[in-house]
């Protein structure tokens, strides 16, 4: 074994150790954290793991077969220790792998196993203690089952403690997080789908504001921060948060995630119907389209996942347009634009300009909130759907998702809407969210990237304030004049993140990042890394 120490810098291990029958020469760099070798066998292919993606290293013992195989059997019997780490697979997918070296030195077998603890142990960010809530009844009913087999096995191994709660009713985590000692916690993982994640966001950021004496009620209040990380494990029916923050819905991927301790800021937005708080939204606020297939499936839960299929087609079907005005505050902070071709990407420069944007205005103002006196843009019309997506809202129906090049974490939401149009067009529209044609190019849609809008239905603007209950009783009616011009005189509702709103006539502002998930955002496509670990190994060896 050969131990270099450059001034100034850490040590780097090489030794040769044995894996399977052969012998390979590994490598440790300790400053850049990268562990290196070259399988003797499968064609000598080029292995490269950071540290900060190995999830844990054991002491182990040969098994009986590997021992008698050994070329080293009769020497002395071999010392020998298990790394795990990520395996980046295709389509965003992880893997946790393991590679079992070997080698008759018990204090080298010693040396590297402490090397790479020690480089483990240095891994800051990484959770310790996680409170976990699982919905046994979200999607196909197997949270529970996923979490247990394919979670729970993957946390003990990287030595994170667990405290787990299998919901008994709505609302069950949401309550339970205003109780709860949070400070244990390094964060909070949820088992379900976007209605679930929702559920706990709800908890932990109405529990940071109450904690702060922030009253949510006033939809001007400054919101604090939530630093402590949420994790997704998807077992719902849409898990678009998910899927739009990692790149693929995959319970080991999202586990993995979490226990390497990846963070991703989030924006979320606020909803208020007068000066009253509804709810928070980090994905879809839908109104007609969505709001209707929402309303619809709720009634048919049994089916499962396939009850968006059988309420989306219904709701195609029925065709209803909703008349209302949409004013908006354009977002000019934002370097970006909805009809950009890039999307957002791990590292995002157009996140990270927000949020030292973020910093600027608060080391400024504090937690004062700046008045803002920016134009606001108004907009009557008759609208088949109303969409504001904080985030791409990709998901494996829609795999780029609602507005392909919306941001994370940029503090805006691209609005977009769609109005009245043949149902030929907007079946146009509606397939080109599922493959790669651009939804937005059509003259009945028209997409805007906002920091605030309000919206109001024709309805609430024609009965004053008692909107709701009006729209509620007459759900269902329509146009007396114009029978089959399906003109729907009532209301439709809003689908905020796959629950539904009560009311009509909402107020919506964008908070940049005010939370953060255990995820890193989308990786740009494989290729490149894969010659970067080769050039870098190719140093190192
Ligand atoms: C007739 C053809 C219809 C084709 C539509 C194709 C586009 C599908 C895009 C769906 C985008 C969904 C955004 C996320 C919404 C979720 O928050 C919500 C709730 O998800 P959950 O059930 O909690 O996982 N799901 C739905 C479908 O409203
Ligand atoms: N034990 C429970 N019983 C009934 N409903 C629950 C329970 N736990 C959570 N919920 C609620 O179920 C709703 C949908 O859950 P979710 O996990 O998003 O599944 P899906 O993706 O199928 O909609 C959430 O709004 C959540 O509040
Ligand atoms: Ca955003």
């Not at 954290?33 to 190995?54: C, D, K, M, Q």
């Amino acid at each position: 074994m050969e131990q270099q120490l450059p001034a100034g810098r850490r040590p780097r291990l090489v030794s040769s150790l044995g894996l399977g029958q052969r012998c390979c020469e590994v490598t440790l760099d300790q400053e850049r954290g990268l562990l290196a070798w070259r399988h003797p066998r499968r064609g000598g292919e080029n292995y490269f793991v950071p540290t900060s993606e190995i999830i844990a290293v054991e002491e182990t013992e040969l098994n009986k077969k590997q021992r008698n195989t050994g070329k080293w059997q009769k020497l002395a019997k071999p010392h020998a220790f298990t790394v795990y780490y990520v395996k980046k697979a295709r389509n965003h997918r992880w893997w946790c792998r393991d590679v079992t070296f070997w080698c008759v030195d018990e204090n080298l077998c010693n040396q590297w196993t402490q090397a790479l603890k020690e480089l483990l142990e240095m891994q800051k960010c990484r959770p310790k203690q996680l409170l976990v809530y699982i919905n046994p009844y979200g999607g196909k009913r197997q949270g529970k089952r996923i979490y247990e087999q394919k979670v729970a096995p993957l946390f003990s191994l990287a030595s994170i403690s667990t405290d787990v709660v299998i919901t008994e009713h709505a609302n069950h985590a949401k309550d339970n997080l205003f109780e709860v000692n949070i400070n244990k916690y390094d964060g909070v993982v949820c088992v379900g789908g976007d209605g679930m994640f929702s559920e706990v966001m709800h908890g932990l950021i109405g529990r940071m504001q109450k904690d702060s004496g922030i009253d949510q009620n006033n939809p001007k209040a400054p919101l604090v921060q939530c630093n402590i990380r949420i994790g997704i494990i998807p077992a719902g029916s849409t898990d678009c948060v998910c899927y739009s923050t990692v790149g693929i819905s995959d319970p080991v991927t999202s586990a993995l995630h979490i226990i390497v301790g990846d963070s991703q800021p989030l924006d979320v937005s606020s909803v208020h119907h007068n000066n009253t708080f509804l709810k928070y939204s980090v994905s879809l606020l839908g109104y007609g389209f969505y709001g209707d297939i929402l309303k619809d499936s709720e009634k048919k839960r049994w089916m499962g996942p396939m009850r968006y299929d059988y309420s989306g087609f219904k709701t195609f079907l029925s065709h209803h347009y909703y008349e209302g005005t949409i004013s908006f505050q354009p977002a000019k902070h934002t370097l970006g634009s909805p009809r950009d071709k890039d999307s957002c990407r791990t590292g995002c420069y157009i996140c990270k300009e927000s949020e030292q944007q973020l910093a600027e205005q608060q080391k400024k103002c504090g937690l004062k909130h700046e008045e803002d006196e920016e134009e606001w843009k108004v907009i009557k019309g008759k609208f088949l759907a109303i969409n504001a997506v904080n985030m791409s809202c990709a998901c494996p129906r829609s795999p780029k998702g609602l507005s392909p090049a919306a941001h994370l974490a940029d503090g805006s939401a691209d609005l977009i809407l769609v109005r009245k149009c043949s149902r030929f067009d907007f079946l146009r529209h509606l397939v080109r969210n599922t493959n790669q044609d651009d939804q937005f190019d059509f003259s009945f849609v028209d997409v805007y990237r906002v920091k605030s809008f309000q919206f109001t239905s024709k309805l609430s603007e024609d009965n004053g304030s008692n909107v709701t209950d009006i729209g509620k009783k007459r759900f269902g009616q329509f146009c007396r004049d114009h029978p089959a011009c399906c003109c729907n005189i009532a209301d439709s509702t809003w689908n905020c993140d796959g629950e539904t709103l009560d009311s009509s006539a909402i107020e919506v502002r964008v908070h940049c990042q005010l939370m953060k998930l255990f995820a890193r955002g989308i990786e740009e496509n494989c290729k490149d890394e894969a010659a970067y670990s080769h050039s870098s190994i190719e140093h190192l060896l």
